[in-house]
């Protein structure tokens, strides 16, 4: 299966062909993409160079004259980087873009720390009027990206990581999705980590809630799920662990209830491993998930992960 920054190039260049409002912004990374782009909209496919803060800059110049720019780059270098052009020059100035990174937590960690950004969501949560998107499938990926330029002149954030569910699953720019139902809790499983909480949920009497869209937060899914299956919240999100504690709060703010945050630990790693090295150490792979979430519920997971134990 491809991955979803191997959607990003067509899909973007698609909507450069179709749209005359579209432009995208890179900043060396991803250049080799767009070279078909380029050729038929030179004047729309730009390329600053290992400038990050010039990215975000001419995006925002671009979206003051009335342009729906896309701008590329690792999400480290898009989001902390350049975080005051992205507070100043978007945010003040009252523009939109589409910002859409890569390398999602710690995708390519022989890149080092340099290149993590676990902390992205959170950053962007001190702004306002944020959209975020999390897809956890490569269609995801292309549908939201599509939902984000269409969506007039907001400012939207897409995360893409390498990291994959096995399916896709339908996703409208806004909702929490129902995977599972249960009444002994909730867990709401962001983007990517779907497939593991499946895993580790599997017997457990637990509702699951499939979340590609984190901002603003379906607080109305999460009360309704709560109303049959209690209000015992877990939260699986892909990067630092907590990051939607006060949105869940601020969901259920009028009934007493608890959160669990589940996601990357601040404590850095300084061994560059593999990715699902990292996975399994910040607790994200469905083994640790099944004791973490279990423990929180006050029950024990079913067949699911024991199987996989004897096997």
């Known amino acids: 299966m491809d991955t979803m920054r191997d959607r990003l190039a067509p899909a973007v260049s698609r ?4 749209d005359p409002r579209v432009a995208v912004v890179l900043a060396e990374v991803g250049r080799d993409g767009f070279t078909d782009a380029w050729s038929r909209h030179p004047d729309r496919v730009i390329n600053v160079g290992i400038r990050e803060q010039l990215l975000v800059g001419a995006g925002a110049g671009l979206a003051l ?3 729906r720019p896309i701008l590329h780059t690792f999400a480290s270098f898009l989001v902390e980087r350049p975080f005051e052009q992205v507070k100043l020059d978007l945010g003040h100035q009252g523009v939109g873009a589409v910002l859409v990174s890569a390398a999602a937590s710690f995708d390519w960690p022989a890149g080092g720390y340099t290149h993590m950004a676990p902390g992205d969501v959170a950053l962007l949560d001190t702004l306002d009027g944020w ?6 499938h490569p269609d995801e990926a292309e549908a939201l990206l599509r939902h984000a330029v269409a969506a007039g002149d907001d400012k939207v954030y897409v995360r893409l990581s ?3 569910n096995a399916d896709r699953r339908p996703v409208d720019g806004e909702h929490f999705v129902t995977v599972r139902e249960g009444r002994s809790g909730v867990v709401v499983a962001v983007g990517p980590l779907l497939d593991a909480v499946l895993t580790a949920t599997e017997g457990l009497d637990a509702t ?6 984190v901002r603003p937060f379906d607080a109305a899914a999460l009360r309704r799920a709560t109303e049959a299956a209690g209000t015992d ?8 662990a907590g990051t939607s504690a006060s949105a869940a709060n601020d969901a259920l703010r009028d009934v007493p209830h608890r959160v669990l945050g589940l996601g990357v630990r601040r404590a850095e790693l300084r061994r560059y491993g593999t990715a699902e090295e990292h996975t399994a150490a910040h607790g994200l792979d469905a083994r640790s998930l099944q004791e973490r979430i279990s423990a929180f ?7 699911g992960i024991a199987s996989a134990k004897g096997a």
């Open 15 to 18: 909507l450069l062909d179709e």
């Open 65 to 67: 004259t009335g342009m």
């Open 131 to 136: 959209t975020v998107h999390v897809p956890g």
């Open 162 to 164: 390498v990291q994959s």
């Open 208 to 213: 699951v809630l499939y979340a590609t869209t």
């Open 233 to 240: 919240v877990v939260l699986v999100e892909p990067y630092l």
């Open 297 to 303: 519920l006050g029950t024990r997971a079913g067949a």
